[in-house]
């Protein structure tokens, strides 16, 4: 009887953060992703950590689609396409990493059953994400019964071969473990299209001090320090703006700007502190690290 049970369980699920969510990676963090895309606001933060309403949650996997570091363990909205188009019906709006899996899996058309502005914006704003990576736009149809004979029109072969494929894929998807059918790690931006950076990073070498938590925290890796280069891998960048939420000082800035991806080289230096003794990074040459520098700015003595 336990087994039958342990069973049925597995068959659903509910979708919840994992580890990798940057809200338990730092409680500095802003992220509001998955609110914000929730459309039944099944979605609240409790403690600063993103909590699933189970009883609002209608499973339809939009907030899957929208974690910039794939946190959400899930299994995304379920989409009907029909000869290689997208047929957009009732249900829930698509996102713009959605749409941006489907056309990295040659998915070319979106054919809209009715006019929706919120629908209307995301092609619009996937759109033009693809045309400043030198792709052809989404064509836009609306032309459901056509898409509907032509689906109707198939060989003998081919019909008993589509029964076959989809009773395998009824199968897969009601007597499978929910856990087997989750596809959220295919949303990662990065992987889609990997020789272009979707966003731009900015120090304010005025403010930064070099003290290397975000290059620590970041969950990408877009930081390194070789020698005394510091190196930037845009092109991992998935603009989750951890770096931005944990830095005290303003020092660094997360913008969205499309452009190819390449390894930017940044000459910083390092040196014992001669205070403390400590090895320290800076953008120039100093004697000093940040943390002794500030004890004597703010020393009492200077105010005597």
Known sequence: MSLWMNWLESLSHEIKATDHCLR???PFSTCTSCVDSCESQAISFENGIPMVNNQNCNLCGRCVTVCPVVALEGKSPSRKVVNKVLILEDG????????LFMYKNEIRTISISSPNQNVDQII???????????????????????????EK????????????????????????????RFNYTKFKRIGMFPDWALFTIDFHKEQCTLCETCFRLCPENVFSIEGEQLKLSAG???GCSLCVDVCKFEGINIKQEIRE????????????CKTCGDPFY????????????SKKANSILNFL
């Open 24 to 26: 338990k990676i730092s």
């Open 261 to 272: 991806s390449a390894v930017e080289c940044m000459t910083i230096h390092k040196r014992n």
């Open 92 to 99: 829930p709006a698509p996102t713009v990493n959605e749409l």
């Open 282 to 293: 800076s953008w120039e040459e100093e004697d000093s690290c940040f943390i002794c520098k």
């Open 153 to 180: 029109k198939l060989s003998r072969r081919d019909f008993f071969n589509k029964l076959s494929f989809d009773s395998k894929k009824l199968a897969a998807a009601t007597v499978t473990p929910a856990k087997w």
């Open 124 to 150: 619009k704003e996937t759109n033009s994400q693809l045309m400043g990576m030198n792709n052809l736009p989404f064509e836009i149809r609306n032309d459901q019964e056509s898409i509907n004979l032509q």
């Open 236 to 238: 991992n960048c998935t």
